[in-house]
């Protein structure tokens, strides 16, 4: 923290809160269930008819004013070709998520990141999003330092 009146300095590294939910998501699926894994943003119709698992910003984005931490909602959309499908992704999301703490993420470039907190914060809810493709909806809130624990 920098002393009153003085600029911080932007950080080196940034820490991606919805990457480190997809591997999160990615490293504890059963394929049976989630074939086409977690995509970040959205899904194409074949990953979507596999079932598959679209994680979005959702806001409510938070700093912590006397820690490196930041708080993010998810989104985390599950998809697949039939409403029971779906249902097993949504039920799956909801007890992966039931309550995480205290995790070290690796990223994609290899950096370690401490995640201090990952829980489902609204239950999965279950509807058709289209004549193809079915939808389970979840919200997934994140606490994760925004200093690395580690860098390659």
Request: some cysteine; aromatic content about 6%; proline content about 6%.
């Amino acid at each position: 923290m920098s002393a009153p009146g003085t600029v911080n300095q932007p950080r080196e590294h940034i820490v991606s809160p919805v990457e480190l939910v997809k591997l999160f998501i990615d490293e504890h699926a059963d394929t049976e269930i989630l074939p086409g894994k977690a995509v970040v943003s959205g899904a194409d119709d074949p990953q979507q008819q596999r079932g598959t698992v679209a994680l979005m910003d959702a806001g409510q984005h938070k700093l912590e004013n006397a820690a490196p931490v930041i708080h993010k909602r998810i989104q985390c959309r599950g998809m697949a070709k039939n409403l029971d499908h779906a249902d097993r992704i949504g039920n799956f999301l909801a007890e992966l998520f039931e309550y995480q703490r205290w995790l070290e993420i690796e990223d994609t470039s290899g950096i370690v990141w401490l995640v201090h907190e990952m829980r489902c914060t609204v239950l999965p809810s279950h509807h058709i999003d289209s004549k193809e493709t079915f939808e389970s909806l979840a919200f997934i809130v994140i606490s994760v330092g925004r200093d690395p624990v580690s860098v390659p």
